[in-house]
């Protein structure tokens, strides 16, 4: 059997972790991109926030990007302009470096996952507009490389992940009194994950939004 | 007669010195905010690109950000996400800068402009997926901010200005083939303004994407 590669850009965040325990247990070989190291990956990159990131890989391979954060605000907040800078380094800046990556590294029907947001695609965010601003020009980017002239090898399948809240012990500590039972649990994403990485014909359309836990 | 302030933020470009011009012939006195110097202007605050934008004014003004560019290609493109950070820059910056000031210093039932982009409101732009993706965070900031919590003094009418193709010099420099009858001349752009800051009752629906010169 072929060696099974991986990338997760993110992978030392609460959801990235859980991915590579997840693929690392089915028998992938994890290279882990993140501001530190994540010691149960193969291999780690280890990048400033949002810092462009050139390497030259062997073999294809899938691309999972789950690198993230939240900021809250509205444009009346004094810190708004530096919220953007944040939003926009950690999600657009970690997008964009995966869409190159996965424009040279993907599989051919390889799965490639943007990091997405669903309340964005309901249109205004008021009480987070740097976040909101940020996860739409996500699920842009992500439209426009799903497309045939993109830019990703042939037969690429696309996603933005949309959770509305992920189960993570941050979100449980910053909302304590919350319904937890309407939270998407890590190891469903990680099992969606893995169904779309090996059975392409369980694979939702290609380019969606994959709002979790719904429609996925 | 007070005074009629307004705030041009990419003053020096083709269009901001086309408003310039025009709000000076009609009696403003204008601050143009960009990297180059527009001497027409009553007063310039010059910075670096996508530089963050912090000075006090006096008194309340329109704050009207035509900054902008272009960049083409796709994930496949060697020099993706240089254009990622480019069209960030370009678009995403100086509008956080502007939504940051119009929270501050935008007059009461004043007018708020942001520079999208006519195609990004369709969908997928895959021959230019990092300009598309840095205008889809624009107009999503920009339906944030319109709303009742956004931030902006209450009254404020805000918009997306999202021409499909300005007519301007290096336009038709670009793209000396097409059809410029179907281009928005600048004039056009700048009556709207005016109309718009000193008529509200001519303005359209709070918030929307005013795609020109199609349905202003």
């Known amino acids: 059997m072929a ?19 997840h693929f690392k247990a089915a028998g992938y070989s994890i290279i882990s991109v993140d501001r530190v190291e994540n010691a149960n990956a193969d291999k780690n ?34 810190k708004f302009v530096a919220n953007v800078d944040l939003a926009l380094r950690q999600s657009v800046w970690t997008s964009a470096i995966t869409c190159s ?23 205004a965010t008021s009480g987070m507009i740097a976040y909101g ?18 830019g990703l090898p042939e037969g690429a399948a696309s996603y933005c992940l949309a959770p509305v809240i992920l189960d993570t012990p941050m979100n449980r500590k910053f909302m304590p009194k ?3 039972t309407k939270w998407t649990p890590l190891s469903y994403v990680a099992e969606k994950f893995q169904c779309w990485v090996e059975k392409p014909d369980q694979r939702p359309k290609n380019g969606s939004g994959t709002v979790f836990p719904d429609n996925p």
């Open 178 to 180: 919350a319904d937890t």
């Open 45 to 78: 990159v280890i990048v400033l926030q949002g810092q462009a990131l050139f390497f030259v890989l062997r073999g294809k391979h899938p691309v999972i990007n789950v690198a993230g954060g939240w900021c809250g605000g509205n444009a009346a907040d004094d």
């Open 101 to 123: 990556l996965a424009a040279k590294f993907l599989k051919e029907n390889g799965l490639f996952v943007l990091p997405g947001a669903a309340p964005v695609l309901d249109g």
């Open 133 to 150: 601003a940020a996860k739409a020009a996500v699920h842009h980017m992500l439209s426009s490389v799903s497309t045939k002239d993109g």
């Open 3 to 21: 060696t099974k590669n991986m990338i997760i850009y993110g992978g030392a965040g609460a959801l990235g972790r859980h991915l590579v325990e």
